[in-house]
């Protein structure tokens, strides 16, 4: 196993209100030296909710997507609070993006999206025995929600707007909990 | 289906030499007016190589990644670079980071890793008949190459270190390539 480079440095580069960009010297371990530079996100990572209504549907979220300018079809997902817990902070954003709420909330497994660069993670929840609940969101227009039957997932990973990796990735982990692996 | 926003305007907020922020003045259809800031990538995106070493190897990749600050396993990936096409770009990361070329390359599909505030594209390239190939990388230490049976993808996905969205994803697509998803 290598050791880990030596972080001599870190220095803050920008910091927009949104995005928290630093600068780490780097010694590693063969005695190169590297500056790399991060995108800091919190601590508390974000969520990622894989609502499951009755025993095979999925439901989706379709929205725009400042970063891409289109809307995109995904999972809800959002930043987990100030002194909330993952699960909690899914249980919250699927009542504020879907209208439900969750009785049953697992969390399946955590993820990076670019370790390379970007300091963040997210916690993948199953939520499951939903009840209708909504809370206040601070979304710009209406979230159209869409029900998904798991037994059409092919479809929906054909789909040019469902591109997410996270929520593709939580489609077959939940393809093989609802389906199992040699079912589908 | 929803109207787009209609982009009032475009500010750019930071440049870091690497990363490039701004921000974009948004009037929704419904005349609810937001700013959003977001990272703008690389027009011509980025390729996660999946390398298949016979009939069922996968080769992975173990390096550590300054986002977070520790090593990770993943696929090999990289930038497309400028008059680059993405099976090219693939071909030239494989050699690169794995020291093997690709006689068959073939685009899986392209996701995004964080559409809300990241304007990224990547595309997944699958790469079979394989034969040993190295270009010079810029990597500061050797990369360690990590070779895994298809067959054994559950252990996998169960791994600390493999976290890493699009490489999960990428998994999952190839195993339902090699394995079916009725024979796993």
Redesign the interface.
């Known amino acids: ?2 050791q ?2 030596t ?1 001599r440095a870190r220095h803050p ?2 910091d ?4 928290t ?1 630093e600068e ?1 010297d ?1 010694e ?3 005695g ?1 030296k ?1 500056s ?4 800091v996100g919190s601590e508390r990572g974000a969520v990622l909710v894989i609502p499951i209504l009755g025993d095979d549907t999925l439901l989706l979220i379709r929205e ?9 079809l ?1 999972f809800p997902k959002g930043s987990v609070d100030v002194g909330e817990q993952p699960l909690d902070a899914a249980n919250r954003e699927l009542q504020e993006e879907v209208g439900y709420a969750a009785r049953q909330l697992r969390l399946l ?14 916690h993948i929840v199953m939520a499951r025995n939903l009840y209708p609940q909504r809370l206040p969101g601070d979304e ?2 209406p979230i ?1 929600v869409v029900p998904w039957k798991i037994g059409d997932y092919r479809r929906l ?1 054909e789909r040019p707007d469902f ?4 929520s ?2 939580g489609l ?2 939940i393809r093989d909990i609802l389906m199992g ?4």
Chains 1, 2 share one sequence.
């Open positions: 196993m290598t880990k480079p972080i580069i920008a927009t209100g949104i995005f960009i780490l780097l590693f371990a063969n190169v590297r790399y530079q991060r995108l725009y997507t400042a970063g891409m300018n289109r809307y995109e995904a497994t955590s993820m990076t999206i670019a370790p390379g660069y970007l300091y963040h993670t997210t710009p227009e159209e990973l591109t997410e990796s996270r593709i990735a077959y982990i692996p040699g079912n589908s």
